[in-house]
């Protein structure tokens, strides 16, 4: 299956600086080989007279680009004139332009879905612009069919909506940042890659799943990773590559392998309040003796010092992981909502975020989405929380009650988590007070950073 591994290079804006980033393709082809293709989001030419100038060399032919490049529309009003149609063409030798959307299906079987520009804010949209149609054209044909299992690579200048959550933050004003419709044409499409610009970072969130625990059948996860501005001062990252089998050509059961750092779908209509990471290894189900090892849209933000770059990767679910950002402390003991705004929410306002949970370092025997699970013990699974048998039990009625999600205490839950675990409690009282018997519950947390809720029971008497 090996000739079937592609090498791709992605790229974050160019905004005219052409010749800086063939020169780093051509030093990066000449240290680590040749790469199939190179994939670049946001806006690839720049106003400058001097930018112009760069383009028109490789326009006339003077200069050519080193490897097969593929770039989206504009996504600004002023680089709209270099696109002579919205249906794609080829700009200059061996620099293509997708076109305003679709999907783009090459001879190895490699299948990008693309969309180009920014959301539209008025009918009709302006050239620069997708529009709620463009989404609708790309989406309905794909998943209208039993076969579709999603697209190896998703292109979009925007972010996503609210792709950070449940993953690590990125160094943006999460208010102004990503569009709602990306966000449902990412959750519709499912990408292996999902590659975005426009905001000037490099950030590359945790990798998400695409169905739910133990109600779905096991999908392949998928990565977004935002990609920085060509030649930017504060060098940031603007180029990523990797290795991708196509989806066609993988084993069922390799392309559905999950990474110990997967998170749950940021994009889930009334999704559960589950950041789905691992903690360090402890105890399970309480048997300690087992052990195992655009500030606005536009505007460039200036945070993170990744050099420019690449590094290897393999699309088969081995990954890059970006670094772990403190979400900020929110302060006494007011419960916050993760309310879901996607989709069909066009507001730009998003709910406070609750502290992120401690940063786990290994496999959790508690999360539920964790290979660690013995789910022989799990009795009941609701939205947010589960309720299992305590593998060393003290009493014969020894059970646990835990959230879903990967959270240390209860002072640390969103308020519907809460209230699933209050409906938890009471219909175990009223099961056990008909059989003359008084529940005791307790929080326990020792050794362990995934919250377990003990229940014993006792005699009732009076």
Same mark, same amino acid.
């Given at each position: 299956?090996?000739?079937?591994?592609?090498?791709?290079?992605?790229?974050?804006?160019?905004?005219?600086?052409?010749?800086?980033?063939? %020169?780093?393709?051509?030093?990066?082809?000449?240290?680590?080989?040749?790469?199939?293709?190179?994939?670049?989001? &946001?806006?690839?030419?720049?106003?400058? =007279?001097?930018?112009?100038?760069?383009?028109?060399?490789?326009?006339?032919?003077?200069?050519?680009?080193?490897?097969?490049?593929?770039?989206?529309?504009?996504?600004?009003?002023?680089?709209?004139?270099?696109?002579?149609?919205?249906?794609?063409?080829?700009?200059?030798? %061996?620099?293509?332009?997708? &076109?305003?959307?679709?999907?783009?299906?090459?001879?190895?079987?490699?299948?990008?879905?693309?969309?180009?520009?920014?959301?539209?804010?008025?009918?009709?949209?302006?050239?620069?612009?997708?529009?709620?149609?463009?989404?609708? =054209?790309?989406?309905?044909?794909?998943?209208?069919?039993?076969?579709?299992?999603?697209?190896?690579?998703?292109?979009?200048?925007?972010?996503?909506?609210?792709?950070?959550?449940?993953?690590?933050?990125?160094?943006?004003?999460?208010?102004?940042?990503?569009?709602?419709?990306?966000?449902?044409?990412?959750?519709?499409?499912?990408?292996?890659?999902?590659?975005?610009?426009?905001?000037?970072?490099?950030?590359?969130?945790?990798?998400?799943?695409?169905?739910?625990?133990?109600?779905? %059948?096991?999908?392949?996860?998928?990565?977004?990773?935002?990609?920085?501005?060509? %030649?930017?001062?504060?060098?940031?990252?603007?180029?990523?590559?990797?290795?991708?089998?196509?989806?066609?050509?993988?084993?069922? =059961?390799?392309?559905?392998? @999950?990474?110990?750092?997967?998170?749950?779908?940021?994009?889930?209509?009334?999704?559960?309040?589950?950041?789905?990471?691992?903690?360090?290894?402890?105890?399970?189900?309480?048997?300690?003796?087992?052990?195992?090892?655009?500030?606005?849209? @536009?505007?460039?933000?200036?945070?993170?010092?990744?050099?420019?770059?690449?590094?290897?990767?393999? &699309?088969?679910?081995?990954?890059?992981?970006?670094?772990?950002?403190?979400?900020?402390?929110?302060?006494?003991?007011?419960?916050?909502?993760?309310?879901?705004?996607?989709?069909?929410? @066009?507001?730009?306002?998003?709910?406070? @975020?609750?502290?992120?949970?401690?940063?786990?370092?290994?496999?959790?025997?508690?999360?539920?989405?964790?290979?660690?699970?013995?789910?022989?013990?799990?009795?009941?699974?609701?939205?947010?929380?589960?309720?299992?048998?305590?593998?060393?039990?003290?009493?014969?009625?020894?059970?646990?009650?835990?959230?879903?999600?990967?959270?240390?205490?209860?002072?640390?839950?969103?308020?519907?988590?809460?209230?699933?675990?209050?409906?938890?409690?009471? =219909?175990?009282?009223?099961?056990?007070?008909?059989?003359?018997?008084?529940?005791?519950?307790?929080?326990?947390?020792?050794?362990?950073?995934?919250?377990?809720?003990?229940?014993?029971?006792?005699?009732?008497?009076?």
């Amino acid at each position: 299956m090996g000739e079937q591994t592609l090498r791709v290079l992605a790229c974050g804006d160019v905004e005219g600086r052409i010749d800086a980033l063939f %020169n780093r393709v051509r030093t990066i082809q000449k240290k680590s080989g040749q790469f199939d293709l190179l994939l670049c989001v &946001g806006d690839f030419f720049g106003s400058s =007279a001097e930018a112009q100038k760069e383009w028109e060399q490789y326009k006339s032919g003077a200069k050519k680009a080193p490897i097969h490049t593929y770039v989206l529309g504009a996504a600004s009003h002023e680089t709209v004139k270099f696109f002579p149609s919205a249906d794609g063409c080829e700009l200059a030798d %061996n620099i293509i332009y997708l &076109g305003r959307r679709g999907i783009f299906t090459g001879a190895s079987g490699l299948q990008i879905a693309y969309v180009s520009g920014r959301e539209a804010q008025q009918e009709p949209a302006p050239a620069h612009c997708f529009s709620p149609k463009d989404v609708a =054209a790309l989406v309905e044909p794909l998943v209208s069919t039993s076969k579709f299992k999603g697209v190896d690579i998703l292109l979009t200048s925007q972010w996503p909506r609210g792709v950070w959550q449940y993953g690590n933050n990125p160094e943006v004003d999460t208010r102004y940042c990503g569009v709602s419709s990306i966000a449902y044409l990412a959750y519709q499409l499912k990408p292996r890659y999902h590659f975005a610009g426009v905001e000037g970072v490099n950030y590359e969130r945790l990798p998400y799943r695409n169905h739910v625990v133990l109600q779905e %059948n096991a999908q392949h996860t998928s990565r977004f990773i935002a990609l920085a501005t060509v %030649n930017n001062p504060a060098k940031k990252k603007y180029l990523y590559a990797f290795n991708i089998v196509p989806m066609k050509h993988m084993d069922p =059961a390799e392309l559905v392998k @999950q990474p110990q750092d997967v998170t749950e779908n940021p994009y889930r209509k009334g999704r559960r309040d589950t950041p789905a990471e691992e903690e360090p290894a402890s105890q399970f189900f309480f048997d300690l003796g087992k052990k195992k090892p655009q500030h606005q849209r @536009q505007h460039h933000h200036h945070q993170q010092h990744h050099h420019q770059g690449h590094q290897g990767h393999q &699309g088969q679910g081995q990954g890059h992981q970006g670094q772990g950002q403190d979400q900020g402390q929110w302060q006494g003991r007011k419960r916050p909502s993760d309310a879901d705004q996607f989709p069909g929410d @066009q507001q730009h306002q998003h709910p406070k @975020q609750p502290r992120k949970p401690p940063q786990p370092t290994g496999p959790c025997w508690f999360c539920l989405a964790s290979p660690e699970v013995e789910k022989q013990l799990v009795v009941s699974i609701g939205t947010h929380c589960y309720m299992a048998v305590a593998k060393g039990c003290l009493t014969p009625d020894h059970l646990l009650i835990l959230p879903i999600g990967h959270y240390q205490s209860v002072v640390e839950l969103a308020g519907e988590v809460v209230e699933e675990l209050e409906k938890y409690k009471g =219909a175990v009282r009223k099961f056990y007070k008909s059989l003359g018997k008084r529940c005791v519950l307790f929080e326990r947390n020792y050794r362990s950073q995934h919250l377990q809720l003990q229940l014993h029971t006792t005699v009732f008497t009076i």
